[in-house]
């Protein structure tokens, strides 16, 4: 067992006020945050602890949602999309309201369907400059964009690359109904290679940034 402080011992896990949902280190949960309009945070716990009055504390690594990074939400971003931050903080476990589950970015695209507990990560983020590893990540289609996996995607029968139906001047409806699907330049037999195969998702201008504090 983790050394803790003198009065304070390690708890192994945590009951949610006024549900039967019990939490332990290692899970995701959702946290409240001061501002009612706002989306509850989203936090790994890390630690559980209570002190000599049995009042519960825990250790959580905050996951940021695309709008709280430095470079804000960007295109290429899914709607349930969360950074996994080096900004660590410690909270009373009143202010926990669920659990969540945070999915790796492969195991998100195989979900049939995505609850509102469902978010997933493919990017670790760092508070104070704004930057991500990895800094790079594949793209596809015309736009050569990373792939967001709210959007419907065609894969061409000749290159194997997907597209976007909207740049490809298609609807979506025309898409799903589409048996097989060649890109502009199979069909036209154009094999000129694409200029980028990745794309840098850190800002370009390094800022110093202190991480933000999250008021309860």
């Not at 670790?124 to 594949?138: H, I, L, M, N």
Request: net charge positive.
């Amino acid at each position: 067992m983790a050394k803790t402080k003198p009065g304070k011992k390690d708890l192994d896990s945590y009951t949610i006020k006024g549900t039967h949902k019990v939490v332990r280190p290692g899970d995701c949960v959702l946290m409240r945050p001061s501002d009612s309009d706002k989306p509850p945070y989203v936090a790994r716990v890390e630690k559980i602890e209570a002190d000599h009055r049995n009042n519960v504390k825990v250790r959580v690594r905050w996951y940021y949602r695309p709008e709280e990074s430095i470079g804000g939400r960007r295109q290429f971003h899914g709607a349930k999309e969360l950074f996994l931050s080096d900004h660590y903080d410690v909270q009373s476990a009143h202010t926990i309201e669920g659990k969540c589950i945070v999915h790796s970015f492969k195991n998100y695209t195989k979900l049939e369907n995505v609850g509102t507990e469902d978010y997933f990560c493919r990017f670790e983020y760092k508070a104070s400059t704004g930057g991500f590893t990895p800094d790079r990540v594949a793209v596809y289609c015309k736009c050569e964009m990373p792939y967001n996996p709210d959007d419907l995607m065609v894969q061409c029968e000749g290159c194997k690359d997907w597209f976007h139906p909207s740049c490809m001047g298609m609807t979506i409806e025309e898409a799903k109904k589409l048996d097989q699907f060649m890109c502009s330049d199979c069909s036209s037999d154009d094999d000129a290679k694409r200029s980028l195969n990745s794309f840098p998702v850190s800002p370009s201008v390094e800022a110093k940034v202190e991480p933000k504090r999250r008021k309860r």
